[in-house]
């Protein structure tokens, strides 16, 4: 099992990124796919995730800003990122819920495959 994140690159503030996620090795569509992000000195956090369904949950400090999506036919899940803001630099990290929970988890400890990160950064 394979989770390859791409799409970051350095991005000025309130300019837009889409990052993707491709899964590979196995399908998720019965799973939850979450992104999550660390930013240097701070803790792992959750940036948005996605139940099989379709649910969605997103951080209070992305709300209205990022739109998480997933394409089950691809193996894919997207990060479309808008108004960026300099506290949004950090490496963006996808995963698999392995539940089928109608309302995706958010917590890291519950996600077992992880990608290798993409970093993000916004300049101010």
């Known amino acids: 099992v394979q989770l390859q994140a791409s799409g970051g690159g350095l991005v000025q503030t309130g300019g837009s990124l889409r990052l993707s996620c491709a899964a590979s090795?196995?399908?998720?569509?019965?799973?939850?796919m979450g992104w999550f992000r660390q930013a240097p000195g701070k803790e792992r956090e959750t940036v948005a995730a996605?139940?099989?369904?379709?649910?969605?949950v997103y951080a209070d400090s992305v709300k209205g800003r990022f739109t998480i999506s997933r394409d089950n036919a691809k193996n894919m899940v997207y990060l479309q990122m808008n108004s960026l803001k300099p506290e949004d630099t950090a490496v963006y990290y996808c995963?698999?819920?392995?539940?089928?929970?109608?309302?995706?988890?958010?917590?890291?400890?519950?996600?077992?495959?992880w990608g290798q990160g993409t970093l993000v950064t916004v300049s101010s």
């Open positions: 995963a698999v819920e392995p539940s089928n929970n109608i309302v995706p988890a958010t917590t890291a400890a519950k996600y077992d495959y």
């Open positions: 996605i139940s099989w369904s379709g649910s969605t």
């Open positions: 090795g196995r399908t998720f569509r019965d799973y939850g």
